[in-house]
């Protein structure tokens, strides 16, 4: 493996600021390990509001602003306070 290439895989093995799910990662623990599967997992909790009307949606006013929810936990968060369910199909 080149340098860059390790450096590559370094760099996006690892979590950010953004990206640690910090105290909610054991919600992680059962997410699909296939990818097929974890995108059908995301798809189902997250979508850009920008792309609502492709999925025939109408987002109430009132949570319009989640789309400023910038990181894992924020998202996390609002996620289990809508649906306390586990995260998997």
Do not use: C
């Not at 995108?39 to 009132?62: C, F, H, M, R």
Request: aromatic share 8%; net charge negative; proline share 7%.
């Amino acid at each position: 493996m080149s340098e860059d290439n390790h450096f590559t895989l370094q760099y996006y093995t690892q979590q950010s600021v953004i990206t640690d799910p910090s105290t909610y990662s054991s919600l992680f623990e059962n997410l699909p390990q296939d990818l097929p599967n974890l995108d059908k997992t995301v798809q189902g909790l997250l979508i850009s509001l920008l792309w609502e009307n492709a999925y025939g949606l109408d987002t109430p006013q009132e949570r319009q602003n989640e789309i400023n929810l910038r990181t894992v936990p924020e998202m996390l968060k609002r996620i289990l306070e809508l649906d306390s369910s586990p995260l998997t199909l």
